[in-house]
């Protein structure tokens, strides 16, 4: 009896913790602004202008924390 | 035999003459595509699935611009087609606007000059230029759009200090040197398709003198800037992001 009571407390514990752990991984932030900087360096690069990459980067965070 | 030949090639040159000096005005309306630029951004450079989104988001808003370039013989008007909305989001549809023409740009080839009327964070800004010479390399290149035979013309230019390619199709038998956005005052015709490292601007509706007369009121009372004062600014906001905004 007390093998199964151990037995069954380990495979609970082990269904807790996995559960947990994807509980984890789907709260995880998403780097919105890490993505925001690399989307305005990218309009910099290609356009040369100030003013499109600040735009760039308010707009891309904006979108990216809506979705 | 001789008089008949001299009086046919002066009847040609006439004609040909008569073609090139009839157009005196023009409305053209220009479509954009960023699938060039997506391509290099998001396949080459492998990005994040969230940042593919974001240019995909971009790329997608860009396929419903019109821009309206309207000219004269002396001046022209190129901008957005006003009230089109281009995507779901106003933020984006304004960001993607002003990547593709940052404002309503106003030419005078007479005079040699530019001004564009912009903002940024409700700033209104008027950028006055001069049109400078470029130095353009003409090919024997040429190509069709709406009937017009275009030639190809490339331009070396810097861009955020690297050197980039343009590429201008422009039409001789529409013999004005207007374009889209700044590509002005250069070439011996209208610029009917104009790819930028950003986006490709191709003319999809010409109408050549239309029965209404053109009228170009050049921006008049206004507190101007030059482009290095403009690009300052830029480069203010481009050092708040530098420096973690």
């Given at each position: 009896m007390k093998r199964v009571i151990f037995l069954m407390t380990i495979v609970f514990a082990i269904g807790l913790s996995s559960s947990s752990l994807n509980a984890a991984t789907l709260k995880i932030p998403t780097d919105c602004e890490g993505m925001a900087f690399d989307y305005a360096d990218h309009v910099y690069d290609q356009t040369g202008d100030g003013f499109a990459a600040g735009k760039a980067f308010t707009v891309a965070l904006a979108l990216c924390e809506m979705m | 035999m001789k008089k008949y030949s001299l009086i046919y090639i002066v009847a040609v040159l006439f004609g040909v003459n008569q073609i090139f000096a009839q157009i005196t005005s023009g409305k053209i309306l220009y479509n954009v595509s960023m699938e060039d630029y997506y391509n290099k951004n998001v396949k080459e450079k492998e990005a994040s699935p969230q940042l593919e989104k974001m240019h995909r988001m971009t790329a997608d808003a860009a396929k419903n611009i019109q821009l309206e370039l309207i000219f004269n013989q002396e001046q022209s008007i190129f901008q957005h087609q006003k009230g089109l909305s281009i995507s779901d989001f106003k933020e984006l549809d304004e960001f993607v606007k002003y990547l593709i023409a940052k404002g309503v740009y106003f030419t005078n080839l007479t005079k040699g000059k530019q001004i564009l009327q912009t903002s940024y964070e409700g700033r209104k800004y008027n950028v006055r230029s001069e049109i400078t010479k470029q130095d353009w390399t003409l090919t024997k290149e040429k190509k069709e759009f709406e009937k017009f035979i275009c030639n190809k013309a490339v331009l070396v230019k810097e861009i955020a200090g690297k050197n980039r390619e343009i590429i201008a199709w422009y039409a001789p038998?529409?013999?004005?040197s207007f374009g889209p956005v700044d590509y002005v005052g250069n070439l011996p015709g209208l610029i009917l398709e104009l790819k930028l490292p950003i986006a490709t601007y191709t003319a999809g509706k010409i109408e050549l003198n239309p029965k209404k007369d053109i009228k170009i009121d050049w921006p008049k009372d206004i507190d101007t800037m030059t482009e290095e004062e403009y690009k300052k600014e830029g480069d203010k906001v481009k050092a708040r992001l530098d420096e973690g905004w």
């Open positions: - | 038998e529409i013999p004005v």
